[in-house]
């Protein structure tokens, strides 16, 4: 799916899901979903903000308030790091990941593991269906283990 096709997707994901909950498709939330399914990797409502200020007039908060639709919607997922750090990624077409964090220095590292979503996806559970997975790893990451001089 080319980037287009995976913001167009997004959009209208969201109008279904606006149009369920009767509520308004506007033209800041699709700019939104557009700014988001563009950038690559983790981000904040604030980087959001920032990028769009630039070329789309749109007020902090309605970012903010679209970031808990497309929560809600599945468009986005919201990550909890270190020091309560919150973080989102999109989920369109996002293959399932996982993530290592450094206690040290707060890196984040995505990585995939087949035998976790093996194991995961084999695994019955007979009151549950699985939509998406992801595990956080805390440890040190080897920069910190070699500036803190530990093995």
Do not use: W
Not at 20 to 46: S, W
Not at 74 to 92: C, P, S
Not at 131 to 142: E, P, V
């Amino acid at each position: 799916m080319t980037q287009e096709e995976e913001i167009k997707t997004a959009q209208k994901i969201l109008s279904d899901f606006l149009s369920l909950q009767q509520m308004r498709c506007t033209a800041e939330r699709d700019k939104i979903v557009e700014c988001i399914y563009t950038y690559n990797g983790h981000f904040t409502p604030d980087t959001i903000y920032e990028l769009m200020k630039k070329s789309f007039r749109v007020s902090r908060g309605t970012v903010y308030n679209t970031f808990e639709v497309l929560v809600k919607c599945n468009l986005i997922v919201q990550h909890h790091f270190l020091n309560n750090r919150v973080e989102y990624e999109k989920t369109t077409a996002n293959a399932t990941h996982h993530h290592r964090i450094c206690t040290k220095c707060g890196e984040v590292v995505e990585f995939s593991d087949l035998k976790i979503k093996r194991a995961i996806k084999n695994r019955t559970f007979t009151t549950f269906d699985v939509d998406y997975q992801t595990i956080y790893l805390y440890g040190i990451c080897k920069k910190c283990k070699r500036k803190y001089g530990l093995k």
